[in-house]
Structure formats: structure tokens, C-alpha cells
Nanobody, 122 residues
Framework: QVRLVESGGGLAQAGDSLTLSCAPS????????MAWFRQAPGRDRDFVAA????????YYTDSVKDRFTISGDYGRNTVYLHMNSLKPEDTADYYC???????????????WGQGTHLTVSS
């Protein structure tokens, strides 16, 4: 079973920049989209951004559109989330996911990571 492994979370201050990384535990084929979701305590898991390996199209939720950038390395099935101008409301567990097409619904994705936590202080 392929696992996705996230890294790069931690503590940040408002206004800081941080990059999250996600790589698979082994090389695999079939997922054409990789995405980031986040989940704050007591809240649902929300879509943040996605990238399609077919054409490189990217998708963002409105709250991060001007601050976060998703990028990836198709050859390594690795995806990054570059986060700028961090805000306290960005505090959450961030999860990487892979699936057949871009969707904001978590249940459309086949593979998930265990998550990496980010705390942004004011």
C-alpha cells in the first residue's frame, strides 16, 4: 500500500513563509492529481490546493489563492505547498492526498498522508 509522507510543518509567526513537502513511500502510477487539505481542531478536512500532472493545472481555495503556491515533481510524485504571509487561521493539520482527478471532496482521493501540523502564532 502506497503511503504519502508529509514534512515541513512546525511553528511559524504571522507573516512568515513555510514550505510543506509530500512524497510517496514508493514509486507508483495512476494518480494524476495531488492535493493538500487541512483540518483545524473541531472542523472538517478542507481543500487547500491541487495540481494536475496532466498539463500542470493548479487549483486553490479562495482563502489561500494569493498566498499559497502548489508545485510538484511528476517524476518523483512529490508535491510542495509554498505558503507565504501565514496567518493564525492557517493553523491546522495539513494532509497530502493523491487521486484520479481534481476535487475539493476528500473522499475522491485514493491515498493520504498522516499529516503534518502547522501552528501560526500572531
Amino acid at each position: 500500500q502506497v503511503r504519502l509522507v508529509e514534512s515541513g510543518g512546525g511553528l511559524a509567526q504571522a507573516g512568515d513563509s513555510l514550505t510543506l513537502s509530500c512524497a510517496p513511500s514508493e514509486r507508483y502510477f495512476g494518480s494524476t492529481v495531488m492535493a493538500w487539505f487541512r483540518q483545524a481542531p473541531g472542523r472538517d478536512r478542507d481543500f487547500v490546493a491541487a495540481i494536475s500532472w496532466s498539463g500542470g493545472r493548479t487549483y486553490y481555495t479562495d482563502s489561500v489563492k494569493d498566498r499559497f503556491t502548489i508545485s510538484g515533481d511528476y517524476g518523483r510524485n512529490t508535491v510542495y505547498l509554498h505558503m507565504n504571509s501565514l496567518k493564525p487561521e492557517d493553523t491546522a493539520d495539513y494532509y497530502c492526498a493523491a487521486g484520479p482527478y481534481a476535487s475539493q471532496a476528500p473522499n475522491e482521493y485514493d491515498y493520504w498522508g498522516q499529516g503534518t501540523h502547522l501552528t501560526v502564532s500572531s
